[in-house]
């Protein structure tokens, strides 16, 4: 399939998965918004209301972490089990099976800009204010998506090889909830060695941590740091969308006849 | 029928085997041989039925020439630059979208590009004759108008090669009859076509030639009647066995 098409096809397939979402609740659209404030919420009450964050700014503290992590976490869980949800288009047409992840991916990076675009407003309603700084949000982004489309493929090939995979993602990603921080802060752990070894063993802490730091303290991002988990994402995706390029039919029989 | 055929070879099975282990079964036990040793030619324009109990691997040999599975071993060669595509009514529809979004994905699902899947909407909404319900929500058709749906969309597609998967079960009555008769039309031109039924009936109508598969071999192949007659020994053996 060339390119263009293959990108034309993913769009309209995220496209009209969204359109299909909305139509089946009485709020549409409105939940793209809804959801994650929602989350956001429920993280508050149970955080800053009942245990005392002791943060002035927990609010924004708590959304800068919380709605880039929902980001990852839907779009990775999502996009694990797609081949094998679309196993009846699986069987009919032979199509690049990576097409299923990468729609899924696109369906929630439309719905993450207007999530983002909330979080401005939330952090400006504040009295935070945009900098030159926060140009850097260009690059933590670029390295979040591709994060997400390395983590999907993985998690893509893994539930068609075994369908068990579904559930130790779906553990995986609560596991990262709680070690990311989101709602309590990485550099707030009282030993300095023990901060850097959690942003230098989870890229997802690191990630995070700095969408903080751009936009609630105006530093940029450890520009090595950034660009070594760029890099690596940029691998593993590269690595893996062409194995699952190659295997294409392999990955057919899993999901069609295991 | 062999020998003579100096026409081009479309598509070639040699030695198709497939098979794969049920699941939860341990070492050579459970190992379930869908294909055993298939050897076939489809030569270009003509229309070849396959024929077959339900479960035999028909399916999975339309899968292998579609190019969605690959063999354990043999060989599956198509003539260079040529497509194949396999025609199943309803590519799994979205009952939450309308006719026309289902209807645009599927084109574009089949290898159309956007504005070509575009242009064929109201040829797809005037065939089916879904009317006004073309722009409702998928959810509320019935299956006679989701068949409809899926067949007409189907239809369109253009392909060098076309696999047919019992695609004529379509609508009621009259919707069948003008299924057929558009099925027929494009088989009658230059069309390559594979057709794969356990009807009987709709083999012997549209079909030059024919091969019978039985537990994933060829038991028959050649002249449509002359396979026929021989599948319907079986069956009726079968039956008074039962």
């Known amino acids: ?219 940029a991002p450890d520009w090595l740091h950034l660009g070594v988990v760029g890099i690596g994402s940029g691998a593993v995706c590269l690595i893996v969308g062409r194995a699952m390029h190659r295997g294409n039919q392999f990955l057919a029989r899993r999901v069609l006849i295991s | 029928m062999s020998g003579a055929d100096d026409r081009r070879v479309m598509l070639q099975l040699d030695e198709v085997y497939l098979s794969y282990h049920s699941s939860k079964a341990t070492f050579d036990h459970g190992v379930h041989r869908v294909l055993d040793g298939v050897s076939l030619q489809l030569f270009e324009g003509e229309t070849l039925g396959i024929i077959g109990r339900n479960g035999v691997g028909k399916t999975t040999m339309l899968r292998v020439m579609a190019g969605i599975l690959a063999p354990n071993s043999g060989k599956v060669s198509q003539y260079p630059g040529k497509t194949s595509s396999l025609l199943t009514i309803g590519l799994g529809f979205k009952p939450d979208l309308s006719g026309r979004d289902n209807a645009l994905l599927s084109a574009m699902l089949q290898g159309a590009s956007k504005r070509q899947a575009k242009g064929y909407l109201e040829e797809i909404k005037a065939f089916s004759e879904l009317g006004d319900s073309f722009e409702e929500p998928v959810k509320t058709y019935s299956s006679g108008m989701r068949s409809r749906l899926g067949f007409t969309t189907a239809l369109i597609s253009h392909v060098d090669i076309l696999l047919i998967d019992e695609a004529l079960s379509a609508g009621d009555a009259q919707f069948r009859g003008k299924a057929e008769a558009a099925m027929k039309e494009r088989i009658s031109g230059d069309q390559t076509v594979v057709f794969v039924s356990h009807m009987e009936g709709q083999v012997q109508k549209l079909c030059d030639r024919a091969i019978w598969l039985e537990n994933g071999k060829v038991a028959a192949e050649g002249d449509t009647a002359e396979v026929l007659a021989g599948y319907q020994q079986l069956v009726k053996q079968a039956a008074t066995k039962s």
């Open chain 1, 1 to 219: 399939m060339p390119p263009l098409q293959y990108a034309s096809l993913m769009d309209t397939m995220a496209r009209m998965n969204l359109r299909a979402d909305a139509s089946r609740y009485f709020f549409g659209y409105i939940w793209w918004v809804l959801e994650p404030l929602l989350y956001v919420a429920v993280f508050y009450v149970v955080f800053n209301v009942i245990l005392d964050s002791r943060r002035l700014d927990f609010l924004a503290f708590l959304m800068c972490g919380k709605l880039a992590f929902i980001w990852f976490s839907k779009s990775v869980n999502q996009a694990s089990n797609s081949i094998l949800a679309n196993r009846g288009l699986v069987g009919k047409i032979n199509v690049p099976k990576t097409l299923f992840p990468l729609a899924v991916i696109q369906e929630g990076l439309y719905k993450q800009v207007t999530v983002f675009l909330l979080l401005f407003a939330v952090l400006l309603m504040y009295g935070y204010r945009p900098s030159a700084t926060w140009l850097a949000l260009v690059p933590i982004v670029g390295v979040n998506y591709l994060m997400i489309v390395a983590c999907s493929l993985v998690g893509a090939c893994l539930v068609c090889f075994m369908r068990d995979f579904s559930m130790v993602i779906g553990l995986m990603m609560i596991f990262l909830m709680f070690t990311s921080g989101i709602f309590w802060d990485v550099r707030a752990l009282g030993d300095p060695a023990k901060t850097e070894l959690l942003l230098a063993v989870n890229p997802l802490a690191f990630i995070l941590d700095a969408y903080r730091q751009v936009l609630m303290y105006n530093q």
